[in-house]
Antibody, heavy 120, light 111 residues
Framework: QLLESGGDLVRPGGSLRLSCVAS????????MSWVRQAPGKGLEWVSS????????YYADSVKGRFTVSRDNSKNTLYLQMSSLRSEDTAVYYC???????????????WGQGSLVTVSS | KFTLTQPHSVSGSLGQTVTISCTRS????????VQWYQHRPGSAPTCVMY?????PPGVPDRFSGSIDMSSSSASLTISGLKAEDEADYYC??????????FGGGTRLTVV
């Protein structure tokens, strides 16, 4: 099970941290990702990191503004978002990969999502 | 960067068969596996097909996947349509430079 939290209303230029708590599997043995869906739009990949947390990947749209991390001792995935823009408004999902490394990526479990609204 | 193109919408009647396509541009569809996700409004997405044609546990055999190298496309076919199949469907793949790429999504309407 994956449970996201931390979504909120934030002003443009602001920061926010999302969390995703995992349960029911060995968290450290799975790569994890963030995927978002803006209102009326499709799914957009945001970021991924390996099970150990030592390899990270970002979509061009968030590179340099977002940072993905994990605390395997707490079974928790994070997404630190800064310099937020209106176009970052979306439901953010965390998703689990069957593999420990980010290769041949696919997602076998998703959370329910957390809404981030960027507006003045 | 490759792209995955899906039709915006498809529809079918109860009991019929529908096919959703996903065309890969930029390289060959067979170069990397394709996954398919079902997303109902207000719910978490779920995987209904992985590695082109593999069904996850719990997904009925009414769902099937295939690829066509001649058209560089993948397809998700749903037979015996049920009302519960109404949802958005997304294909997804990757390559060595792009860990995750989604198609634009297809809205399936069951009439």
């Amino acid at each position: 099970q994956l449970l996201e939290s931390g979504g909120d209303l934030v002003r443009p230029g602001g920061s926010l941290r999302l969390s995703c708590v995992a349960s029911g599997f060995t968290f450290s043995k799975h790569a994890m990702s963030w995927v978002r869906q803006a209102p009326g739009k499709g799914l957009e990949w945001v970021s991924s990191l390996s099970g150990s947390g030592d390899t990270t990947y970002y979509a061009d749209s968030v590179k340099g503004r977002f940072t993905v991390s994990r605390d395997n001792s707490k079974n928790t995935l994070y997404l630190q978002m800064s310099s937020l823009r209106s176009e970052d408004t979306a439901v953010y999902y965390c998703a689990k990969d069957p593999m420990i490394v980010v290769v041949m990526s696919r997602f076998d479990s998703w959370g329910q999502g957390s809404l981030v609204t960027v507006s003045s | 960067k490759f792209t995955l193109t899906q039709p915006h919408s498809v529809s079918g009647s109860l009991g019929q068969t529908v096919t959703i396509s996903c065309t890969r541009s930029g390289d060959n569809i067979a170069s990397n596996y394709v996954q398919w996700y079902q997303h109902r409004p207000g719910s978490a997405p779920t995987c209904v097909m992985y590695e082109d044609r593999q069904r996850p546990p719990g997904v009925p055999d009414r769902f099937s996947g295939s690829i066509d190298m001649s058209s560089s496309s993948a397809s998700l076919t749903i037979s015996g349509l049920k009302a519960e199949d109404e949802a958005d469907y997304y294909c997804q793949s990757y390559d060595s430079n792009n860990p995750v790429v989604f198609g634009g999504g297809t809205r399936l309407t069951v009439v």
